[in-house]
């Protein structure tokens, strides 16, 4: 079996962290006896950066990257963005344009992001321990529709726009829906669900925005097709608050872009850090895995990120991707394992952790390949 792999590590500490999921990966091929072929390519701030230089037309996702993305049998992204190229020129072409583009290109309108509390890291976490018990829930982000995608608009010098009725700049983003966007991933949740818990919490702001009361009235239709699966909908403010209240009432979650960016970063903290939580974007062809942190410019470089959630987003690729349900599972024992012996990179570590147990990047992607060649097989 042999499987091609478009990476792409980006920018920040993404080439440290994936890194990390390649020698992973070589791990995996070998005790699964799978070909992993990896190939690098550009997109945010360093394909702006190699685009500019060649005089080509500036782009975070030039057009060889989504080529080779679409002929893969899979997309591994780690991260991108940082501070030198927040530039404020309107119209300047930012990192984060590549990421958007490359889902929209890709037809990645569903997102996952599972959300699992580590038995080891329940102390990491800011809520009290006790709060964790029973937590385990997959958010499920629409990833393609809404804010995102909708018109953005600076009109500058519009009368009584400024202070105190002078002239001032008006800025318009524009939310919308079709009905089809919403029907597809509030079907796959509810299918989710059914094989999860029969759970499924649809999160809208229907008290104000049209947009949700057309989410809302079709999650009450996909409500009354699924038997045996339990549905509800909650205001996005009351789930923010019962994220941090009772996180363990929740199975699936669903909801749209702009909310389901801002909740998981929330649900990211139950887990201890947001240096944990891995993403599955799919759609109708190649499906693409990332952490669902940032790139940490502060601390690019340094050899100190945390690699797992990039490396669990290589077990929710051998999930989704690969069916390699096995090798996902290995994957994942071997990171509790890892965590239950006290290893820690530095965002994880506390008072608690000594010096010999803090490790850089590369050592913790070693200690989780070993531990999974003991898993594997
Ligand atoms: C995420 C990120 C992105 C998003 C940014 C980098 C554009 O925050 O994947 O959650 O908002 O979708
Ligand atoms: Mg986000």
Not at 103 to 132: H, I, M, T
Not at 153 to 165: D, F, I, N, P, S
Not at 220 to 228: D, L, Q, S, T
Request: a negative charge.
């Amino acid at each position: 079996m042999s499987y091609k792999i478009c990476t792409l590590p980006g920018d920040g500490i993404g080439p440290e962290i994936m890194d990390e999921a390649k020698h992973l990966l070589a791990a995996i091929g070998e005790a699964y006896d799978v070909n992993f072929n990896c190939d690098d390519q550009l997109i945010g701030g360093c394909a702006i950066d190699a685009t500019s230089a060649a005089g080509a037309k500036v782009s975070a996702l030039p057009p060889e990257t989504l080529e080779a993305a679409r002929e893969a049998d899979a997309v591994l992204l780690a991260a991108v963005g940082g501070p030198r190229w927040d530039d404020p020129t309107p119209g300047a072409v930012r990192p984060e344009q590549g990421l958007l583009a490359i889902r929209k290109n890709l037809g990645l309108y569903l997102n996952l992001r599972p959300v699992r509390v580590f038995e080891a890291l329940r102390d990491a976490s800011p809520l009290r321990p006790e709060r964790l018990d029973d937590v385990d829930l997959l958010i499920v982000r629409e990833l393609t529709g809404g804010l995102y995608f909708g018109t953005h608009e600076r009109r500058q010098g519009v009368e009584g726009a400024g202070v105190g009725g002078s002239v001032g700049d008006v800025a318009i983003d524009t939310m919308e829906y079709r009905e089809y966007e919403v029907e597809r991933v509030l079907r796959w949740a509810y299918e989710a669900a059914g094989r999860r818990n029969g759970v499924v919490t649809s999160v809208d702001k229907a008290n104000v925005l049209e947009t949700s009361r057309l989410w809302r009235e079709v999650n009450h239709r996909m409500n009354a097709k699924f038997e045996g699966v339990e549905g509800e909908d909650m205001l996005v403010d009351n789930c923010a608050m019962q994220l941090v209240v009772n996180p363990a009432q929740f199975d699936v979650l669903v909801t749209e872009n702009t909310f389901g960016d801002i909740l998981s970063d929330e649900a990211s903290m139950l887990t201890g850090s947001l240096g944990m939580l891995a993403s599955a974007s799919l759609g109708d062809g190649t499906a693409l895995y990332e952490p669902s942190h940032g790139s940490a410019p502060d601390i690019a470089g340094k050899g100190i990120a945390n690699p797992i959630a990039q490396i669990l987003s290589v077990e929710l690729m051998l999930r989704y991707s690969f069916q390699m349900d096995a090798a996902a599972d290995a994957v994942a024992a071997a990171v509790e394992d890892v965590l239950a012996a006290g290893w820690r990179t530095h965002d994880l570590a506390d008072e608690a952790t000594d010096a010999a147990h803090r490790l850089g990047t590369a050592a913790m992607g070693d200690k989780i390949i070993e531990a999974f060649r003991l898993h594997a097989g």
